[in-house]
């Protein structure tokens, strides 16, 4: 199939589309920053009527209604752009970047919502590592990370932020024209996400000819749920479909999904855990999770650190017995051991295979409050931050996009010998559930896809024909696409690589790149090229 090839007055409408959104940008942040000058200079400047004495406040509330007066704006509006003004003055570096264009209106709109009770001292620290993100990141994608950052900053904060937050749990209705309304519900991250699944999951009762769109069988899914209804009644019209007739099934049941480190979970660090369908939660509420509700772990463990847990805090290792297991290739930035075993005797359910970094198994299912041990965070030595890994990879793709290599280009993952499974298209039940917990999301840039909704696409394509000379079905060779990206990598229009510490470089035939992480992270390295001093230029918008 022959690849799309951008003209040149394609590329240079791209790159017009590019400098007309920097300079709408850095017009956004020219009108906040006069607006701020505005009020300031209004409520410092005595312009009382006479017999009257100055009020500063209220002097700040009339330059504000004098702003909405001359933009044919209200005065909420101007209130809200003077806020992010504030916000702005805490974070240099995301300012400088605003006013020059490289972060939009909207990006700036997520950075204070999601910033806005953090410390000032927190804005500081974090100030670089949000302005790499908002580079980077979509809207919606900035605001998870951002979450994720706060939480790796000050964990107990992030909890007292929580508390706070889920003390303002509401309900809301607004009236729309045309006969019709909106109910808008706060609850918590966990609350919605299990109210979405369930919702979702009474709409699929009805059978697939239904005529009705997804979002309003899931409008009439929630008025059943309302009146105590677990289906939906099918309107496809066909005389023998069962869902029309059977109203009235077992109680749907939904699962929640969350990615989290065993070491979190079992108390000994606080990183953050990520939830399917919201974004990242810190350690207390993943723990907390763990001891309200039944639950079922996929662990990839190095097991060297299970050793490590086990010989040294006495956490026991038989409550967790594997069914199946798929021992990891070693660290992709690190030369392969070619005399490494490819996979464990069924016998040696504990031990490490030779040169083997990871083990990937099931737990049986475990009672509330199976995990309980006193919080005491681990040394973990040699870890690179997410910002530092993708702002190196972007300067050596600035510089030159070759530095980029897969880790495994071959895709085979680093084995000699294909492990069981290998040479088999389809992955496992466990092997897909532990890529899907990798990932979180569809791998293609901004794309919030949930890894659930996703198929499981292999990075290096899978030769039917001949199975082991194509890319082998291993962790390290997998990826979660929706289907829109997954078609578009098909097509040859977007291709894919994946670099150490399961970061996608993912790229297309016109130039652009991007990079994106997984939402389960460990220490990640890259290599000694992508961490040269940046070049001249290198401030300039991420490559995208």
């Known amino acids: 199939m022959t690849a799309s090839v951008v003209t040149d007055p394609e590329r240079s409408l791209l790159d017009a589309i590019s400098e007309t959104a920097r300079v709408e940008n850095a017009a956004a942040a020219r009108l906040i ?34 702003v909405a007066l001359a933009l044919s704006s209200t005065f909420r509006s101007v209130s809200a752009l003077m806020r ?35 410390t000032a001292a927190a804005m500081l620290r974090l100030d670089a590592d949000i302005l790499s993100a908002a580079r980077r990141l979509a809207p919606t994608s900035l605001g998870i990370e951002i979450d994720r950052l706060l939480i790796e900053d000050d964990a107990a904060w992030a909890q007292r932020a929580r508390d706070e937050a889920e003390a303002k749990r509401k309900v809301r209705s607004r009236r729309l024209p045309h006969g019709m309304g909106v109910l808008s519900v706060t609850l918590t991250a966990t609350q919605m996400t299990a109210v979405t699944g369930l919702i979702v999951k009474v709409a699929k009762t009805a059978c697939r000819a239904d005529p009705r769109p997804l979002d309003v069988r899931c409008a009439d899914a929630f008025m059943v749920l309302m009146r105590g209804g677990r289906a939906l009644t099918c309107e496809c019209g066909y005389r023998n479909c069962a869902a029309t007739r059977n109203c009235e099934p077992a109680a749907a049941q939904v699962n929640l999904t969350i990615s989290c480190g065993l070491e979190t979970l079992l108390g ?27 639950w079922q772990a996929i662990i990839d463990c190095a097991t060297q650190a299970l050793d490590r847990l086990h010989r040294d805090h006495g956490v026991a290792r038989d409550g967790a017995e594997p069914e199946a297991r798929e021992p990891d290739p070693p660290d992709p930035s690190e030369t392969p051991d070619p005399c490494r075993a490819a ?45 530092d890994a993708i702002d190196g990879l972007y300067r050596a793709i600035l510089n030159d996009p070759t530095q ?55 990075v290096v394509a899978f030769n039917r024909s001949d199975p082991i000379l194509g890319g082998w079905t291993v962790l390290a060779n997998l990826q979660c ?26 790229y297309n035939t016109i130039g652009q790149h991007a990079l994106t992480l997984p939402v389960r992270r460990r220490g990640l390295r890259i290599p000694t090229s992508a961490r040269a001093p940046a070049a001249a230029g290198s401030g300039s918008p991420r490559p995208r």
């Not at 916000?87 to 909207?106: C, D, H, N, Q, Y």
Request: proline share 6%; with cysteine.
């Open 404 to 458: 980029i290599v897969a880790a495994f280009a071959d895709g085979h993952g680093g084995f000699t010998e294909p492990p069981p499974g290998a040479l088999t298209y389809r992955p496992s039940d466990l092997l897909a559930a532990a890529v899907r917990l990798r990932d979180g999301t569809c791998r293609h840039p901004d794309c919030l896809i949930a890894a659930a909704d996703c198929q499981i696409d292999h």
């Open 481 to 506: 696409l929706c289907t829109l990206h997954h078609q578009l990598k098909t097509a040859g229009i977007w291709r894919h690589d994946m670099l150490a510490g399961a970061i996608m470089h993912i």
């Open 343 to 387: 996979v464990a005797e069924p016998d040696e359910q504990h031990e490490s295979t030779a040169g083997s970094g990871l083990l990937v198994f099931r737990s049986r299912i475990l009672p509330a409050g199976a995990a309980a041990l006193p919080v005491r965070r681990l040394p973990q030595p040699g870890f690179v931050s997410p910002a």
């Open 84 to 118: 992010l003004g504030f916000t702005l003055e805490r974070m240099p570096a995301i300012r400088g970047a605003f006013a020059a264009g490289e972060v939009s209106l909207a990006k700036i709109r997520v950075i204070d919502e999601h910033t806005r009770k953090a």
């Open 268 to 294: 000994l660090a606080d990183n953050p855990a990520y939830l399917e369908g919201y974004g990242y939660l810190d350690a207390g509420q993943a723990r907390a999770l763990a001891g309200d509700a039944t």
């Open 33 to 66: 920053t006069q607006i701020m000058d505005y009020a300031d200079s209004r409520g410092t400047f005595d312009h009382r009527a006479p017999g009257t004495g100055f009020d500063t406040e209220q002097a700040e509330r009339s330059a504000i209604a004098e």
